[in-house]
């Protein structure tokens, strides 16, 4: 199926072209008929003479109901543009011409109505001219009467060759996992029996009977209960496609025009994003009024408007021939689901002449602007950017950004995760590998006593989005040891001095530790030089300024083994207490080694405990151990 819209000048023969090629009424209201004139969208569709489906989007011409014209065009990629022989060039000719171009549609035909009644010739080449300096550029021109039948063969012809083009069309560069469905409401009503019922154009993706898909803004989940394309019932249907859905699990009164019907996680549903405006080269330097409407799809919505670095852009700026695009931040009344990349109209209802602008869609959720100088910053950065940007603009920009954001902003080119499912710009992330080290550093000189620094702490100091990143930054320089982080040097001989219980070459957690601490475990390390399971009480600990931190933190840096708080012996004491109860008959009693050992049950019984959980020994039913081979 192909779907085209009209556009044009009020009564300039849409709705009755559209009547005599399709044999459907566009002009669905008793009003519409009464008073001759489309107010609301309508809908119809023939066979083309190659077999192909053409579904019709009827748009109203008055100026009145520009809101209606942009939703019908809104979603549709080709339009059947419409003048009359009679009539020639008319304000909503232009206005329609201006609302195709900011939409950047590619495709379509001109048609010259009412060619019974006036010779096409100029109003043909007027037109043509017009739509030569669009995003149309270059199209085929064929007169028509509605009322003879004259042309419509010939229009049909061309007709075929416009939908011939448009499945030449390379699709948006967004293959995996396949275009995300977003169909934009455009009429909701009840049939009796079948329920809620919503149409809309399907712009791309598809969308199957029993698939659950949500309602945004609101984000109400509703599961499709039925699906129809041209008045068929189907199972699939894929865009681009005029579809009718029924819905489960919603009242009739809720759905309208505007909203949309998306697939889950795959869309930003936002009210703040930054867009790059092209100016026409009619307004080359538009003045944005702080107000705009902005159009997307059938929505409709007040947008306030800050140009970004607006103080920055000179007067000279009116000089420059082509025009620049302009760089704003937008904050919608009402959220849309959006992704980068996406095309809005801005539209400015009060002004005097015709304020229509194509916009993208470039961040759909911008950082805040809290700097002085931001703005301008804002415009540096994104007019780098390209109109569809890339998962690795938005990553410079942002940083550190979920997998999960950036798939619901459009993007698939994903970089691999730097840890779970973050994604990292990757000079942002070398920049936080080398900072990490020195963050800790600084912490443990601060408090060398410290276990380490909080990993809670670190991740503050670096400003990481989610505590899962820390670990993944840990690594050759940093340890993480439970919820601390510890500087780990290289080697003994790196720190640049030699440390007792460091071997050189063997990487080893150190520390800075004040020397009034160096000099007390040297003591005790002097005093279990002669007796090594002699361990000091806490007496004598007291008396070396050694409390339980003290001792933890030289015993984390190897110049002790600490087998319970206040209990430690020379590093190496483990093995030399294994050497000593190898000698022993196995299995032997805690008396026994307390004996072999020669010390007290105050030391022995932390350390065969240590030995235990070191694996070294194995404990046995009845005060029984025995050292594992
Ligand atoms: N003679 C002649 N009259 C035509 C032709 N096409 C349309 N008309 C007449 O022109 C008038 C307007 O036609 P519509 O089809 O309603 O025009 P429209 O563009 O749909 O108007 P809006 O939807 O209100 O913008 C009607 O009276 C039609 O009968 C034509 O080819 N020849
Ligand atoms: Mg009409």
Redesign the pocket.
């Known amino acids: 199926m192909y779907v085209v819209a009209?556009a044009?000048?009020?009564?300039?023969?849409?709705?009755?072209?559209?009547?005599?090629l399709t044999g459907m009424e566009?002009?669905r209201w008793a009003e519409?008929r009464r008073r001759?004139?489309?107010?609301d969208l309508g809908y119809a569709w023939m066979t083309l003479p190659g077999g192909e489906n053409l579904a019709f989007v009827?748009?109203?011409?008055?100026e009145r109901f520009v809101p209606n014209m942009l939703a019908g065009l809104g979603p549709v990629p080709a339009v059947m543009f419409?003048v009359?022989a009679d009539g020639g060039w008319m304000p909503?000719s232009a206005e329609h011409l201006a609302a195709v171009n900011a939409l950047g549609v590619t495709h379509g035909l001109l048609v010259i109505?009412?060619?019974?009644?006036a010779d096409p010739g100029l109003a043909t080449r007027q037109a043509l001219a017009e739509i030569a300096r669009t995003s149309l550029g270059t199209v085929e021109a064929v007169p028509?009467?509605?009322?003879?039948g004259e042309g419509l063969d010939d229009l049909k012809d061309a007709l075929v060759r416009l939908v011939a083009s448009l499945s030449g069309q390379p699709g948006p560069a967004r293959a995996e996992p396949g275009p995300a469905v977003r169909l934009w409401i455009d009429r909701s009503f009840t049939i009796r029996g079948a329920g809620t019922v919503v149409t809309g154009t399907l712009a791309a993706g598809t969308v199957r009977n029993g698939q659950e898909l949500l309602l945004a803004p609101a984000g109400r989940p509703v599961r499709v209960r039925g699906l129809e394309a041209l008045g068929k019932p189907a199972e699939a249907v894929a865009g681009v496609a005029r579809v009718a859905l029924n819905l489960r699990g919603i009242p009739v009164d809720l759905p309208e025009r505007g909203m949309a019907l998306i697939e889950p996680g795959r869309w930003t549903l936002t009210s703040e994003l930054d867009v790059r405006v092209t100016p026409t080269a009619d307004n080359p330097h538009p003045k944005f009024p702080p107000d705009l409407l902005l159009h997307i799809g059938s929505a409709r919505t007040r947008a306030r408007v800050r140009v970004l670095g607006a103080d920055a852009v000179g007067g000279a700026e009116d000089d420059s021939p082509a025009p620049a695009p302009v760089y704003a931040r937008l904050r919608l009344q009402d959220p849309l689901p959006l992704h980068a990349g996406d095309r809005v109209i801005l539209r400015d209802p009060g002004a005097a002449g015709l304020a229509i602008y194509g916009a993208r869609v470039l961040d759909p959720f911008p950082p805040p602007l809290a700097r002085r100088g931001a703005g301008a910053a804002a415009v540096r950065e994104l007019s780098a950017w390209p109109d569809i940007p890339r998962a690795a603009d938005l990553l410079r920009r942002h940083k550190l950004l979920r997998a999960s954001q950036l798939a619901a902003a459009g993007l698939s080119d994903l970089p691999a995760p730097v840890a779970g499912d973050w994604l990292a710009d990757p000079a942002h992330w070398a920049w936080l590998r080398a900072e990490l080290p020195k963050v800790v550093a600084a912490f443990s000189a601060k408090d060398p006593l410290a276990p380490g620094m909080p990993a809670e702490a670190a991740r503050a100091a670096l400003s990481l989005p989610g505590r899962d990143l820390v670990p993944a930054l840990a690594g050759q320089d940093v340890v993480l040891d439970g919820a601390y982080l510890r500087i780990f040097a290289k080697s003994a001989a790196e720190q640049g001095e030699g440390r007792p219980g460091l071997a050189a070459g063997t990487a080893k957690p150190t520390g800075h530790l004040p020397p009034r601490i160096t000099e007390g475990v040297q003591a005790v390390l002097d005093g279990l030089a002669d007796d090594p399971f002699a361990a000091p009480d806490t007496e004598r600990l007291r008396s070396l300024g050694l409390d339980a931190r003290a001792l933890a933190a030289a015993a984390r840096v190897g110049l002790l083994l600490r087998v319970a708080d206040l209990v430690v012996l020379a590093p190496g004491a483990d093995k030399e207490a294994a050497r000593v109860l190898a000698g022993l008959d196995q299995p032997f009693t805690t008396s026994q080694a307390r004996q072999a050992l020669g010390t007290s049950r105050r030391v022995a019984i932390p350390l065969l405990e240590y030995l235990d959980r070191a694996r070294v020994t194995e404990r046995l039913p009845g005060d029984l151990r025995r050292l594992r081979s």
């Open positions: 009209t044009g000048h009020v009564d300039h023969g849409k709705s009755t072209l559209v009547r005599a566009p002009d519409e001759g004139m489309t107010i009827d748009v109203p011409g008055h419409i009359a909503q109505t009412r060619s019974d009644l028509v009467s509605a009322v003879t």
